[in-house]
Nanobody, 117 residues
């Protein structure tokens, strides 16, 4: 059974930082492309950042330079370090994995990030 469990969300003041974690089980984590998405109220879910099995990263323009995605394959965990947060970053953040063997995607339950201005 595949599980992705997120943690680290919360309330932070504008300009502050948060670090999200996502622990995976039931998959061969090291070969998966993993990423973070977010969905703000009334908006579509959007990709925030992704990191491939080789460590190549991709960021949405709105977070480039402020957010950093990373992974620890030994711990089956991915991270999203978020700095210089602003009100527009307020959303539910989801972690996701793409398994290249099965071509299946898996999602976490989401964690709320609220930035107060």
């Amino acid at each position: 059974q595949v599980q992705l469990v997120e943690s680290g969300g919360g309330l932070v003041q504008a300009g502050g930082s948060l670090r999200l974690s996502c622990a995976a089980s039931g998959i061969i984590f090291s070969i998966n492309i993993v990423g973070w998405y977010r969905q703000a109220p009334g908006k579509q879910r959007e990709l925030v950042a992704s990191i491939s099995s080789s460590g190549s990263t991709n960021y949405a323009g709105s977070v480039k330079g402020r957010f950093t995605i990373s992974r620890d394959n030994a711990k089956n965990t991915m991270y999203l370090q978020m700095n210089s947060l602003n009100a527009e970053d307020t959303a539910v953040y989801y972690c996701s994995t793409h398994d290249p063997l099965t071509q299946r995607e898996y999602w976490g339950q989401g964690t709320q990030v609220t930035v107060s201005s």
